[in-house]
């Protein structure tokens, strides 16, 4: 079966970099599109980054030239790279086969806290 698993996340201080990873198995990785979402405090889960299968990506304005989602498919493995963390990116972050807010199943998630 699909398994998702995220890891990377942490504490980090505003203006902060981290970098998210998602190890996939139990389906063709390479042919499937791939995408970040994330829950803050008290809101729903949004979307924030996709990538096709050609490398073409998408992002949410928010995250948009802050945020860079890449894959390695030889090591079956979803990245996203977090530049210049703002204290509203706080967030669990999921990383989900498929492509949009719809994306699914997703993995367990992991917590990214930007705090001073």
């Known amino acids: 079966q699909v398994q998702l698993v995220e890891s990377g996340g942490g504490l980090v201080q505003p203006g902060g970099f981290l970098r998210l990873s998602c190890t996939a198995s139990?389906?063709?990785?390479?042919?499937?599109?791939m995408t970040w979402l994330r829950q803050r405090p008290g809101k729903g889960l949004e979307w924030v980054s996709s990538?096709?299968?050609?490398?073409?990506?998408d992002y949410e304005d928010r995250v948009n030239g802050r945020f860079f989602i890449s894959r390695d498919n030889a090591k079956n493995t979803l990245y996203l790279q977090m530049h210049n963390l703002k204290i509203e990116d706080t967030a669990v972050y999921y990383c989900?086969?498929?492509?949009?807010?719809?994306?699914?199943?997703r993995g367990q998630g992991t917590q990214v806290t930007v705090s001073s």
């Open positions: 989900a086969k498929g492509w949009g807010v719809f994306a699914a199943p």
């Open positions: 139990g389906f063709s990785f390479r042919i499937s599109k």
């Open positions: 990538i096709n299968i050609d490398d073409s990506t």
